[in-house]
């Protein structure tokens, strides 16, 4: 049997004091096959609820469910104003995390600075801005870049 290889994820230690609380790199764009070992390193509580918000303009053909071990996982797109590039996760009495979605194909240098920038507890930038800054080679330390 098949199973997904672990999801490529990083979270902030302990309490998140940003706007996000880790980064996501999922190798594909397809939430049906990404979901189900995204939410499984989460370790929910079998039976729980497990809700998903995406920007439906990363993922316009998201499915409504993923069928995943044990559990369906609600997907729902995030409503008007909710920012780019994030995906949100509420897995009942686990927890809630806001994740930056580094893209598919982005390098894995980029994507490794990505993932570590979204994990630095004193980073203020946005998902949108952490991806701007990555596009132009300048997301390096976070503090100076923040204006």
């Known amino acids: 049997m098949y199973s997904m290889p672990l999801p490529r994820l990083a979270l902030t230690p302990d309490v998140s004091h940003g706007p996000l609380d880790g980064a996501w790199w999922p190798r594909c764009d397809a939430l049906e096959l990404e979901l189900p070992s995204l939410i499984g390193s989460l370790e929910p509580d079998p039976g729980a ?6 920007d439906p303009a990363e993922w316009p053909d998201a499915p409504n469910t ?4 044990g559990r369906v996982i609600a997907v729902e797109p995030a409503g008007p104003g ?3 590039h994030v ?9 809630r995390w806001v994740l930056l979605v ?7 240098e980029t994507a490794a600075r990505l993932l570590a920038a979204a994990t630095d507890p004193d980073n ?4 949108a801005r952490m991806l701007a800054l990555a596009e132009t080679g300048r997301l390096d330390g976070t503090a100076d870049e923040a204006e």
């Not at 580094?102 to 894995?108: L, N, T």
């Open 66 to 69: 993923v069928m995943a071990p």
């Open 124 to 127: 203020p930038l946005t998902a």
């Open 102 to 108: 580094v893209p598919p194909g982005e390098p894995a």
């Open 82 to 84: 909710s920012e780019a």
């Open 49 to 54: 609820a497990v809700r998903v918000s995406v």
């Open 87 to 95: 995906i949100t996760l509420d897995c009942g009495t686990v927890g």
